[in-house]
T-cell receptor
Framework: DTAVSQTPKYLVTQMGNDKSIKCEQN?????MYWYKQDSKKFLKIMFS???????INETVPNRFSPKSPDKAHLNLHINSLELGDSAVYFC??????????????FGPGTRLTVL | AQSVTQLGSHVSVSEGALVLLRCNYS??????LFWYVQYPNQGLQLLLK??????LVKGINGFEAEFKKSETSFHLTKPSAHMSDAAEYFC????????????FGAGTRLAVHP
């Protein structure tokens, strides 16, 4: 049973398109996250939701919009894709209200390539 | 702002040798500390974490790390490397009292050769 799953695994698209990445967790966790890993493997948090409420919103272009329809799902929609958006996007989840001590469980990643 | 430094982007060891991956953080207030491992084309998996209590923390796969406040360090060690340990290792911190915003180091690629 996959704990944190993401779809699609690979996404290749043209500049200017709009795309979505979906994330689901079956761990019963209350908090979910999106991270971006660039070509140099550097990981940076983008957003976090606790029980469908946004609790962390880093300085991310407003072309990126997270949506949490319920606490088991956190989707990432990206408008007007740019070359610099090419990266691996990781979803994660943690139990509880998103405390700094909580362990985060990561999904397998979605590799986005913008041409 | 909090930052994490991992010395050595690539570390190579022989099978059976000691593994030492270095991590230093910048905050004057000790944060919570984590080590994650990423195998090729996979997500990150927690190896171990330090929040409070004993400063020597044992994790999965025989890894351990020691929190040293005076050195602002949280180095990861394993007495005897195995071929299956070859992966990317990330040190991360989160601020005590804050939300669970992990700040990652740049990662260290561990290679294990026969």
């Amino acid at each position: 049973d996959t704990a944190v799953s993401q779809t699609p695994k690979y996404l290749v698209t043209q500049m200017g398109n709009d795309k979505s990445i979906k994330c689901e967790q079956n761990l019963g966790h209350d908090t979910m996250y999106w991270y971006k890993q660039d070509s140099k493997k550097f990981l940076k948090i983008m957003f976090s939701y606790n029980n469908k409420e946004l609790i962390i919103n880093e300085t991310v272009p407003n072309r990126f919009s997270p949506k949490s329809p319920d606490k088991a799902h956190l989707n990432l929609h990206i408008n007007s894709l740019e070359l610099g958006d090419s990266a691996v996007y990781f979803c994660a989840s943690s139990q509880g209200s998103g405390l700094a001590t909580d362990t985060q469980y990561f999904g397998p990643g979605t590799r986005l390539t913008v041409l | 702002a909090q930052s994490v430094t991992q010395l050595g982007s690539h570390v190579s060891v022989s099978e059976g040798a000691l593994v030492l991956l270095r991590c230093n953080y910048s905050s004057s207030v000790p944060p919570y500390l984590f080590w994650y491992v990423q195998y090729p084309n996979q997500g990150l998996q927690l190896l171990l974490k330090y929040t409070t209590g004993a400063t020597l923390v044992k994790g999965i796969n025989g890894f351990e790390a020691e929190f040293k406040k005076s050195e602002t360090s949280f180095h990861l060690t394993k007495p005897s490397a195995h071929m299956s340990d070859a992966a990317e290792y990330f040190c991360a911190v989160s601020e005590a009292g804050g939300y669970n915003k992990l700040i990652f180091g740049a990662g260290t690629r561990l290679a294990v050769h026969p």
